[in-house]
């Protein structure tokens, strides 16, 4: 039996954090244990949270901290680098950097639902 994947979800914009949603309802064993909007609010919350998510999808470019700070404090915290980050982006010009800095995995955004879910599925069974 699969075990259910908790989902912490970082980014800043709306229709973005929509079609991740949508996206996810569709693949089974996963449910979103949070969203936040910006990488302040992930550390914050990863740092209180009693139970950690089993994976986190996290946008590079955010107001406040930005996907790479925000990546690069997770990897300095012991209590919570275990958590396996997957980066979200436009663009991928940062792909490589942030797979240095101990990204598991990266998305590269689009607006085609099926595209995007089938991209969350297999990077799910990348972060185990």
């Known amino acids: 039996m699969k075990s259910l994947k908790t989902i912490l979800l970082v980014e800043d914009d709306r229709d973005d954090q929509e079609l991740f949603i949508d996206a ?8 979103l244990f949070d969203v936040v ?3 302040r609010q992930a ?7 009693l139970t950690l998510p089993s994976v986190i999808f996290m946008d590079i470019n955010m107001p406040v901290m930005n996907g790479i700070e925000c990546l690069s404090e997770i990897a ?3 209590a919570i680098n275990g958590v396996p980050v997957i980066m ?3 663009s991928v010009a940062h792909r490589e950097q942030v797979r240095g800095l101990g990204a598991v995995a990266f998305i590269e955004k689009t607006s085609s ?3 995007f879910r089938n991209a969350l599925r297999q ?5 185990g």
């Open 88 to 90: 979200l982006s436009s």
């Open 76 to 78: 300095k915290d012991p």
């Open 24 to 31: 996810l309802t569709d693949i089974k064993d996963t449910i």
């Open 37 to 39: 909007h910006n990488g």
């Open 43 to 49: 550390i914050e919350r990863l740092q209180r949270a």
């Open 123 to 127: 990077t799910l069974q990348v972060a």
């Open 113 to 115: 639902l099926e595209t």
